[in-house]
Structures are given as structure tokens and as C-alpha cells.
């Protein structure tokens, strides 16, 4: 169906990795998301992984092949949307960098990566998204994940839609912008460096008192609920789309949680 006959921009969905494998009711939320915001969504069968984990470790060969594929399947789309700021940002921003100079695919590349997103930004800042019909009778914290802050610039976009959750209350954590010492293959290549990392940002997020802890992105998310759990914590953690979706009613990220 194209944007000509039902009169809504189709968007491609880039679930993300950890989502599809590890929690795809991110992804029903970020759809359910979509549709609020009047788009029409599209799931590719044929998608695969960014190309981040092969990127951040040089392997610029593999990731270019990677990120063609991707392009092939998202490109008749107009707009691709992923509920990832890492994920969000190794499309919109790294893809170029990969193809330049190339008559074949730069241009190309740019068109692509003009109209990528990352969720919550595409919400607010393209589809003028003010509020959400939602209730959470708890308290949150929000993590600002590095790469949707400093690459994509996602601040207040989440928190202005949380705002309106009804019976929602934010408790700030001091360092909310501090990395939590995830980093992709950061964590495996230092685990020494991003355990103590971690064991900070746990410490910070405990003494807000929250209910449960929020960030956009499942890498973080999966780190920080390890090791509140590990610290005996039962906060739970949580996509922010699942909140935003009004979807919480499943378990919350293994590891978290009473």
C-alpha cells in the first residue's frame, strides 16, 4: 500500500537486534506508537542487524555490505524508525561515512539516512507528537543513553511525552546523561572498566527511590537491570516506548523486578 492510497506515511520499522531477540514487545510498542501518530507501519522480514558491532570493531568491509542490505530493504520507505539511539544513530550518522566518495552509493546513502529516526525523536519532532494517552501509577527515572544524546540530541523529547503520562512522576537521577558503561563491544573488550562504570550509575539510579528505571535503548537497559539485580534490586526496568504505549502489563526486562 503506498502513502498514495491510504493517505499516511509508510514507515519501516528497524526493530533492532536485541529487541527481536530479546524484546519484542519493544517493538509492538514502538508500532502501536507509530499508528497513534498516524503512519502506516511496515516490519521488513528481510531486515538484519545496523552493522554497528562489526563497525565499532574496524571491520569497515563487512559493515558496508551490511549496511547495502539494509538500505535495499528500508530505502522505499518514507521514513525508518528504530527505538534505539544507537541503532538510530549508526544509520543516520555512520552510514554516510562509510560510502563516501562512492559514485554508486553515497548519494544514495544520503537519501537513506535523511529520513531515519529514532523513535521517540520521530514522534515528537517529525510527527509533532504532544502527548500520550497512557497511565503508570509509579515513579521513573530516565537514562539518557550516550549515543540518542550526543549523536541524535534526545533530551527532553522522552520527557516531555512522559509528562503527560497520567499518574506518572519523574525523579531525576543526578548524572542522568553519565554512560552506563554498555558501549556494544565496550563491555566485553573492557569488562573491568564497564563493571565499575555500571556500578556507578546503579548507585545513582537507587538513590532517586524510583519505581523503575527508563531509557530508550535495550543495550543500556539489559546492563543496568544485570546489575541491579545482582545488587539485590527490584527496581524494574523498562523500554521507554512500553510506558509511553501504555504496555506494561508483560514482565519487565529479565533481570529487573520483583
Same mark, same amino acid.
Given at each position: ?11 519501516? *520499522?528497524?526493530?533492532?537486534?536485541? !529487541?527481536? *531477540?530479546?524484546?519484542? %514487545?519493544?517493538?509492538?510498542? #514502538?508500532?502501536? +506508537?507509530?499508528?497513534?501518530?498516524? =503512519? ?8 538484519? =542487524?545496523? &552493522?554497528?558491532? #562489526? ?11 551490511? #549496511?547495502?542490505? !539494509? ?7 518514507? @521514513? ?7 541503532? &538510530? ?5 555512520? @552510514?554516510?561515512?562509510?560510502? /563516501? ?14 529520513? $531515519? ?5 520521530? +514522534?515528537?519532532? $517529525? ?10 501509577? /509509579?515513579?521513573?527515572? @530516565? ?17 516531555? +511525552? ?6 506518572? /512522576? ?7 546523561? !553519565?554512560?552506563?558503561?554498555? &558501549?556494544?563491544?565496550?563491555? $566485553?573488550? @573492557? ?8 556500578? /556507578?550509575?546503579?548507585?545513582?539510579? %537507587? ?6 528505571? *527508563? ?27 512500553? !510506558? +509511553? ?10 533481570? %529487573?523486578?520483583?
Amino acid at each position: 500500500m503506498s502513502i498514495e492510497a491510504s493517505g499516511k506515511p509508510r514507515v519501516g *520499522l528497524f526493530a533492532t537486534c536485541l !529487541v527481536d *531477540l530479546f524484546r519484542p %514487545s519493544v517493538g509492538f510498542a #514502538a508500532a502501536k +506508537l507509530i499508528e497513534e501518530a498516524g =503512519c502506516e507501519v511496515h516490519v521488513p522480514l528481510a531486515q538484519t =542487524c545496523c &552493522g554497528q558491532p #562489526a563497525y565499532n570493531s574496524g571491520d569497515t568491509k563487512d559493515t558496508r555490505e551490511i #549496511a547495502r542490505q !539494509v538500505i535495499e530493504v528500508f530505502e522505499g520507505f518514507d @521514513y525508518v524508525v528504530a527505538p534505539s539511539g544507537s541503532c &538510530g544513530a549508526m544509520l543516520k550518522k555512520h @552510514y554516510p561515512d562509510l560510502f /563516501k566518495g562512492d559514485a554508486k552509493w553515497e548519494a544514495r546513502c544520503r537519501r537513506f539516512s535523511n529520513k $531515519v529516526f529514532e523513535l521517540v525523536s520521530f +514522534l515528537t519532532d $517529525v510527527r509533532g507528537m504532544t502527548g500520550v494517552a497512557a497511565r503508570l501509577d /509509579k515513579s521513573v527515572t @530516565y537514562h539518557d543513553s550516550c549515543s540518542g544524546l550526543r549523536e541524535l540530541g534526545i533530551a527532553q523529547q522522552p520527557r516531555q +511525552l512522559l509528562s503527560t503520562v497520567e499518574g506518572l /512522576k519523574l525523579k531525576e537521577m543526578a548524572g542522568s546523561d !553519565v554512560c552506563c558503561g554498555f &558501549g556494544g563491544t565496550f563491555c $566485553v573488550k @573492557y569488562s573491568d572498566i564497564s563493571a565499575t562504570i555500571v556500578s /556507578k550509575k546503579t548507585a545513582t539510579i %537507587s538513590a532517586t527511590g524510583a519505581d523503575m528505571l *527508563l531509557a530508550g535503548d535495550m543495550g543500556c537497559l539489559m546492563n543496568m537491570a544485570g546489575k541491579l539485580k545482582r545488587e539485590g534490586s527490584a527496581m524494574e526496568v523498562r523500554h521507554v516506548a512500553e !510506558v +509511553l504505549a501504555g504496555m506494561t502489563d508483560n514482565r519487565p526486562i529479565a533481570g %529487573s523486578g520483583k
